[in-house]
């Protein structure tokens, strides 16, 4: 027999059932079973709860362009007081919804000159504490690149310009929407007097854009306290690959290096004394030549031979996945790609390693003209990290590798290589039970089946959350495909943080579903 209620009906084994003379009975194990999915059938009422998040997106727009606001730059210690005050406002948001929210301190900074600075404290925040529910954490971060309006931006980085449908700002898609549209999304259940499905924690930090000085140590600090009862966590700090709304699966880490040569004692007049004293411009460009070829084979020795090979599922999960090359080229204003097919685009997007040159430090960069011989120049370069690299390996290689370049110049010059950051890759199994939700909420709320996806960014918590709590992970990314993170005229579009906040609403719904219940 069955049992029709609310749209959802109830198989009910026929032994199960007893008969008297006036009417139908049910055994008590039934009944539990017909009042769990009723509840659960009532429990989760999407509509009221969207219907709410578009009638209050303009207060949270406001509330994303009062952070893009606070110029959080991580990189600039002289915006030090504006990421503590970032921090603050984040807690006091958490706190005034009613949660239980702590700032923890999490030491000091070294700076290269040794002088120390403090860090900014990391923000934890409980809401719910039912032992009978899982319970997710959100990681996110409020600290952002640096950003000038002379760089190249349109409008002012820091005041959240509307255009178009689109947000602009520092920021707004690293991280600080994401962030806020979890917090929405709770704040909607509380609003609508509704129970939250799971319980949900926060951590919120302000220097991933750094490497998350001082967060490594926290997490395995706080283990067996803040950590304990966590089932899953959960990272939306990346982006989808194309408009359809996607799941990531792994992130690629990141060595980042400096290489500095010294020669002359102050900077020279390249007419007095060029062609009489060895450059250390000539030496640094000659060793940053070596790491890697025209057609981005990268010749470091040791470096490509560490990486996990591309199997043959993997290669159809990239075949499957929705993404034009021909549009890909057009939003980032190139004629021509390393790679002219899909799965050799995605692979060494998301499971190659890369070498970046990213800046000169010391070498005359502004406008106009300066002949000058600089005394001291410093490389920033990075690797990027996949399965199996180890960064304490590649740190050696590296190093051992351009001392060795260095040497045969020659050089009188002194050459010191340093490596800042030291990032791991993530990776996941996606078809376990977290992305099976975060499926089923894509489908509610996109009416869609999200793509699958690798980053080829970094994100270094994930490795650490992994390795110390050994909770399962999964990246649920909001912003956009050409949201230019890190770029000029960085932007969130208000559709991706609107009915991204529904989205996180559905998966607090669905991942409540995996939790088992004995009847």
């Known amino acids: 027999m069955s049992l029709q209620q609310c749209g959802a009906t109830v198989w009910l084994p026929e032994e199960t059932v007893t008969h008297s003379s006036s009417s139908e009975k049910m055994n008590l194990p039934v009944v539990s079973v017909i009042l769990l999915v009723v509840s659960t059938v009532h429990a989760f ?54 949660g239980t929210v ?10 290269p000159d040794g002088q120390t600075v403090t860090l900014p404290k990391v923000v934890t925040a409980q809401f719910g504490n039912d032992p009978s529910k899982v319970t997710v954490c959100v990681y996110g971060h409020v600290d952002v690149q640096p950003a000038k309006l002379e760089d190249g931006w349109a409008t002012e980085p820091y005041n959240l310009t509307d255009i178009n449908g689109n947000l602009y700002g520092r920021g707004a898609s690293d991280n600080k929407a994401p962030v806020l549209a979890w917090i929405h999304a709770v704040g909607a259940y509380q609003a609508l007097n509704m129970e939250l499905p799971v319980n949900v924690k926060y951590v919120i930090e302000g220097m991933e854009e750094t490497g998350s000085n001082g967060l490594d140590a926290m997490i395995l600090a706080q283990r067996d306290t803040f950590f304990s009862d966590v089932d899953y966590i959960i990272i939306s700090d990346c982006s989808w690959l194309s408009r359809r709304p996607a799941l990531t699966y792994g992130t690629r880490g990141n060595c ?13 007049h390249s007419g007095v004394y060029g062609g009489t004293v060895i450059e250390p411009m000539t030496d640094l460009i000659g060793i940053l030549d070596t790491m890697i070829n025209p057609s981005g084979k990268i010749l470091i020795p040791g470096i490509r031979e560490a990486v996990a090979p591309l199997s043959d599922e993997e290669w159809k999960m990239y075949q499957d996945i929705e993404f034009d090359v021909e549009n890909y080229k057009s939003k980032i204003g190139v004629s ?57 390996m590649v740190k050696k290689q590296v190093t051992d590798y351009l001392h060795s370049v260095f040497a045969k110049r020659k050089s009188p010059n002194k050459l010191k290589v340093t490596m800042v950051i030291g990032a791991k890759p993530w990776l996941a199994d996606p078809q376990q039970a977290l992305y099976e939700a975060g499926k089923a909420a894509v489908r509610r709320v996109f009416d869609m089946e999200p793509d699958l996806i690798r980053e080829g960014g970094t994100i270094p918590i994930a490795k650490t959350f992994q390795d110390v709590t050994g909770k399962s992970i999964i990246m649920m990314p909001i912003g956009g495909f050409d949201d230019g993170l890190h770029s000029q005229n960085e932007k969130m579009s208000r559709y991706n943080y609107i009915e991204g906040t529904k989205l996180f609403i559905a998966y607090l719904n669905e991942v409540s579903k995996i939790q088992k219940t004995s009847v």
């Open 336 to 392: 021509h790609l390393m790679y002219t097919n899909k799965v050799d685009l995605l692979a060494h997007l998301w499971r190659y390693p890369t070498v970046t040159i990213h800046g000169i430090e010391g070498a005359f960069s502004d406008r106009g003209t300066k002949t000058v011989i600089p005394a001291k120049v410093i490389a920033k370069f990075s690797i990027r990290q996949v399965p199996n690299m180890d960064p304490a």
């Open 102 to 111: 702590e700032l923890v301190d999490i030491g000091e900074q070294e700076l």
């Open 256 to 268: 980042y290096f400096f290489a500095e040569v010294e020669g002359p004692k102050q900077d020279l």
């Open 45 to 98: 009422q999407y509509t009221e709860l969207a219907q709410y998040i578009d009638s209050h997106q303009e207060e949270y727009v406001e509330a994303l362009r009062d952070w893009v606001a606070i110029e959080s730059d991580s990189s600039n210690v002289q915006k030090r007081p504006e990421l503590h005050r970032m921090m603050e406002m984040t807690a006091q948001k958490l706190r005034l919804m009613g």
